[in-house]
């Protein structure tokens, strides 16, 4: 019976890799196109930052809702609406021939981000049932992250060479609509049902409070980068604080009215233990290197290096060091799964931080050569990768029973808004710096510096939170009465 459910936990984790592969592919794919999609539009490049801002938005408010509604409902089945929801987007942006229309789409196509929570917590209610819920989630997680920077670098290399093949821009956008398709059957078909909480009540009021605080907290984070962009007056920036005030307020509301509700949408006081508040912080703390400095670091590498700084890559070049980072968060996806077997996941996690904090570190002082940033963004990259699996994982096994989805997903929330927040105060330092760079469109060295050095600071400040976690956390144990 044990090797049984063994080999359905083995198969269960092969159709999740699968999953994650095309969550990859979405991720990368539409990356190399963006010059050719605002020309089919005629939209500008500017533009495109509302794409990224749409989807950002609606990330930060589904994945708490439907992870909750998976540890309610079943989490096959609301892994099964997220996965339709983004193959219809996908398929809308196919046929979407204006800004609006694309916009929209592209932000519905943002439902992919809830698939990794939900599959955490298959994996851990699966094991649970052999008391191995812990460890297994940790290697299967590890796993899974490994297929999702896969698809990214199969995704961002097929694009370009897809579009040129065909010269069609419609018809290389079905490739990735295609792929989600296929990723419905995948669902409907072999992935088995988790078993849900009986709770059937969902806190409405809480839902509808969670989505307008994370509304006008983002909205605002989104704006304020937009100004640093285009350089906007100081009224605007009345406007953005006024914004995110009141979003933080709705925020403070909602925790008020979940402490007090039956049945909350988001349990603050789970989120409160010991063993679980680390890890939601350092999942914000590490969403902003991990999803704030891509676009600085990209942009630095452009810049003409004739200013004294900067690498002067062309955009080939430029691909190459990103792919270079994905390969690196494979790396240290596939260690932390392995290493997690014989070292406290505990010191892992720390080490990994660290990892981080030093990666970009070694930017303040190492910055002017091709390899220096390839090094440092190597080790950084090692660090995220064993974080981004090990995250979720660590959540769940925080968890009581019927939490699991919450808790994964709330570090996917929580990286989000770590990654909005850092890469709207980056724009604005960038910006600020332009300048100081006379007759240069280039930020200025010291805004790249300030970007790197809070980069460095989160994951620092993460592996001392992580110090906090009780020396037992995360480790195979029968779960709590």
């Not at 539009?41 to 794409?51: H, M, P, S, T």
């Not at 929209?104 to 052999?130: D, H, K, M, N, T």
């Not at 100081?234 to 509301?253: D, E, I, M, P, R």
């Not at 508040?277 to 999942?283: D, F, G, K, N, R």
């Amino acid at each position: 019976m044990g090797s049984s459910t063994l080999g359905i936990t083995a198969g269960l984790i092969g159709w999740f890799i699968v999953v994650e592969l095309v969550s990859g592919i979405l991720q990368g794919f539409y990356v190399p196109l963006f010059s050719d999609i605002v020309v089919q539009l005629g939209i500008r490049d500017a533009d495109v930052n509302w794409f990224e801002a749409g989807q950002l938005l609606l990330s930060a408010l589904v994945v708490p809702i439907l992870a909750k509604l998976g540890d309610m409902f079943g989490h096959k089945r609301i892994l099964l609406v997220a996965a339709v929801l983004t193959a219809l987007a996908s398929w809308g942006l196919v046929f979407a021939d204006s800004f609006w229309t694309f916009l929209l789409f592209w932000s519905l196509q943002g439902f992919y981000v809830v698939w990794l929570p939900l599959e955490v917590a298959l994996i851990f209610e699966r094991g649970r049932e052999q008391n191995r819920g812990v460890s297994l989630t940790r290697r299967a997680a590890g796993l899974l992250v490994v297929g999702l920077e896969a698809g990214a670098i199969v995704g961002a290399l097929a694009a370009g060479r897809i579009y040129a093949a065909t010269g069609d821009l419609g018809l290389t956008l079905m490739v990735p609509a295609i792929a989600v398709s296929l990723v419905v059957i995948v669902i409907w078909l072999w992935v088995p049902e988790s078993t849900p909480s009986g709770e059937r009540r969902l806190d409405t009021v809480g839902v509808i409070l969670l989505a307008w605080g994370l509304l006008l907290v983002t909205g605002a984070l989104a704006w304020m980068r937009l100004i640093g962009e285009l350089g906007l007056g100081a009224g605007t920036w009345a406007g953005v604080a006024a914004l995110f005030v009141l979003g933080v307020g709705v925020l403070v509301w909602f925790v008020r009215h979940e402490l007090r509700h039956r049945h909350p949408v988001v349990d603050m006081r789970v989120l409160a233990r010991p063993d679980m508040w680390p890890v939601q912080a350092t999942a914000f703390l590490i969403g902003i290197s991990l999803l704030g400095a891509q676009g600085p670091l990209s942009t630095y590498a452009g810049t003409d290096s004739s200013l004294g700084y900067g690498l002067g890559l062309d955009a080939t070049e430029r691909s190459y060091v990103i792919g270079l980072y994905l390969v690196s968060l494979i790396v240290g996806a596939v260690l932390f799964a392995v290493t997690s077997r014989r070292v406290s996941p505990r010191l892992a996690l720390i080490a990994a931080a660290v990892l981080v904090g030093v990666g970009y570190a070694l930017f303040l002082p190492f910055h002017l050569e091709v390899w220096q940033v390839l090094l440092n963004l190597s080790i950084a990259g090692i660090g995220c990768g064993a974080l981004v699996g090990a995250m979720p994982a660590a959540a769940a096994a925080a968890a009581p029973f019927g939490k699991t989805g919450e808790a994964s997903g709330m570090t996917n929330t929580t990286k989000t808004i770590g990654g909005a927040f850092s890469s709207a105060v980056f724009g604005v330092v960038l910006a600020a710096g332009a300048g100081a760079v006379a007759g240069q469109t280039a930020s200025s060295l010291g805004g790249y510096l300030t970007v790197w050095a809070i980069c460095a600071a989160g994951g620092f400040l993460a592996a001392l939170l992580l110090i906090l976690v009780p020396k037992v956390a995360f480790a195979d144990a029968p779960p709590e009465a």
